[in-house]
């Protein structure tokens, strides 16, 4: 299982909200520990898939 997937099902047990929104939830936070900055340009290549970095 992934830091992600990990991630995810914790926030699960803390949020009742539906699951793109706690996929994207934890993708964001594992991008953010991963790169160490808010800036969303590099943010995006840190997601999992094929997220543009231009896309932002």
Request: aromatic residues 8%; charged residues 15%; glycine residues 6%.
């Amino acid at each position: 299982m992934s830091e992600f997937n990990r991630l995810r099902l914790i926030l699960g047990k803390h949020f009742q909200w539906h699951g793109a929104r706690l996929t994207l939830l934890a993708q964001f936070l594992v991008a953010v520990i991963r790169v160490r900055s808010v800036n969303l340009s590099q943010l995006s290549t840190a997601f999992v898939g094929k997220t543009l970095a231009a896309s932002n």
